[in-house]
């Protein structure tokens, strides 16, 4: 899964890196965050249908809720999409044709399962980002949604994060990650018009080992409230294997 994440970059950064042609004046005060979780608002890039090839960075609801929902509670349930089901579950069928979307983050936590050496049970908290000061791009899709017989209503955009299988670098900590979308495919993954299921498997594959580096980090981040950059500055050995269910476990580095 991926349940937290950094979004810390400055917004005009990210617009010019991604080529981004209009950006939602909501963005113009956006705070750095170091300890983003579900239900919150996030900046993610799309295309609209109405104006192809056109890039917007707006804001997004993170916990998709479908067009069809009753209510929006459905979306604190749907942060993340498994990529492998995404064209079998009502909840993402008819976003993943026409309306995906990149997440920008500056990396993402994860828990590590608590050693049983460890009395007190604590799951071990990791910081995965991209080497140096990389952008990581996480594939993800959203919706409009409003209450029904209420055209009048203000629309409520949401979306949600897709994972995949985890790679080597993740699965000794988790056996999931969130898809991370290449550069060279961000044209394809924005355009609103729906893949080839071959294309789409591609997409959604684990990023190689290479494209992160892992460091363990203070349980601090554990606490949804906290937040500020010393959340992932790392602790411990710098090469540390995660502890799990008390048996031996790959090395991350």
Not at 79 to 88: H, I, R, S, W
Not at 91 to 109: E, H, N, S, T, W
Not at 111 to 133: E, I, M
Not at 221 to 236: C, F, K, M, Q, S
């Amino acid at each position: 899964m991926c349940g937290r994440f950094v979004a810390s970059r400055p917004i005009d950064e990210i617009a010019r890196l991604l080529e981004v042609d209009e950006i939602d004046p909501a963005l113009d005060a956006a705070p750095a965050r170091w300890n983003v979780a579900p239900q919150a608002d996030v900046a993610a890039v799309s295309e609209p249908h109405l104006e192809p090839g056109r890039r917007r960075l707006s804001v997004y609801r993170w916990g998709l809720v479908p067009w069809w929902a009753k209510d929006p509670s459905i979306g604190t349930r749907a942060f993340n999409a498994k990529a492998e089901t995404l064209t079998g579950k009502a909840m993402f069928r008819g976003a993943v044709l026409k309306q995906r979307c990149l997440i920008p983050v500056d990396a993402f936590y994860e828990w590590a399962p608590a050693a049983k050496s460890d009395p007190a049970r604590r799951k071990q908290p990791w910081c995965f980002k991209a080497p140096g000061s990389g952008l990581l791009l996480l594939g993800g899709l959203w919706e409009r949604w409003r209450p029904r017989n209420d055209e009048s209503a203000v629309p409520l955009f949401t979306c949600t994060i897709l994972t995949t299988e985890a790679n080597d670098l993740v699965r000794p900590v988790h056996d999931r990650m969130p898809v991370l979308v290449a550069e060279a495919d961000i044209a394809e993954w924005l355009a609103a018009e729906p893949l080839e299921q071959d294309e789409l498997h591609r997409l959604t594959q684990p990023a190689p080992k290479d494209a992160l580096e892992a460091f363990q980090i203070s349980a601090k981040v554990n606490d949804a409230r906290e937040d500020g950059p010393e959340l992932i500055e790392p602790v411990g050995p710098s090469e540390q294997e995660p502890a799990g269910s008390g048996e031996r476990a790959p090395q991350l580095f």
